[in-house]
């Protein structure tokens, strides 16, 4: 397993903004993956988790500025889904108190992946069973 250090109800919170924008506007894909990697990075292990979706993408124009507070690439489908345009700043300020970061991938007509980025706490083996006695 991956343990990462942190407030438990801020990282779900901020897994559940990505997983919800996914169902929300990228419902026309059919079905959302979620992928889990770690990667040994300069300062240490890093997880990082990806949503994918096979809805209609985000323009590029728009990715730079998709974290800030109110602002919504397609005003009319997040209106439409009750949107306030303040989910991924809420994702992006709980991932910085994490010291995480976000990513955000996408080919307009194919999709958008949206990857978070943790550090993680050494990968832990499983305890040896000492309960059984050998032999
Ligand atoms: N998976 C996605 N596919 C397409 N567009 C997305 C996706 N996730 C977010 N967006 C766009 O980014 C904007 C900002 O997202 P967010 O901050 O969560 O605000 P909202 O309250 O509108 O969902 C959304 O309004 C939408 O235009
Ligand atoms: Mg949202």
Redesign the pocket.
């Known amino acids: 397993g991956v343990t990462v250090a942190g407030d438990r109800d801020e990282l779900v919170r901020a897994f559940e903004?990505?997983v919800?924008?996914?169902l929300?506007?990228?419902a026309s894909g059919g079905r959302v993956d979620i992928g889990m990697t770690l990667a040994a990075a300069p300062q240490g292990d890093e997880v990082a988790v990806a949503?994918k979706?096979y809805?209609?993408?985000?323009a590029p124009e728009?990715l730079p500025r998709?974290?800030e507070r109110f602002?919504?690439?397609?005003?009319a489908?997040?209106?439409a889904?009750?949107?306030?345009?303040?989910?991924?700043?809420?994702?992006k300020h709980i991932l910085q108190r994490h010291r995480g970061r976000l990513g955000i991938d996408?080919t307009v007509g194919a999709?958008?992946t949206?990857t978070v980025r943790l550090p993680s706490l050494a990968e832990r083996l499983p305890e040896p069973d000492t309960a059984q006695p050998a032999g």
Do not use: C, M
């Not at 809805?55 to 985000?58: A, E, V």
């Not at 602002?71 to 005003?75: Q, S």
């Not at 889904?81 to 994702?91: K, P």
């Open positions: 903004n990505l919800e924008n996914a929300k506007y990228g949503v979706d809805g209609p993408g985000i728009h998709l974290t602002y919504r690439a397609d005003v489908d997040s209106r889904q009750g949107g306030t345009g303040l989910g991924l700043a809420l994702v996408s999709g958008a949206f």
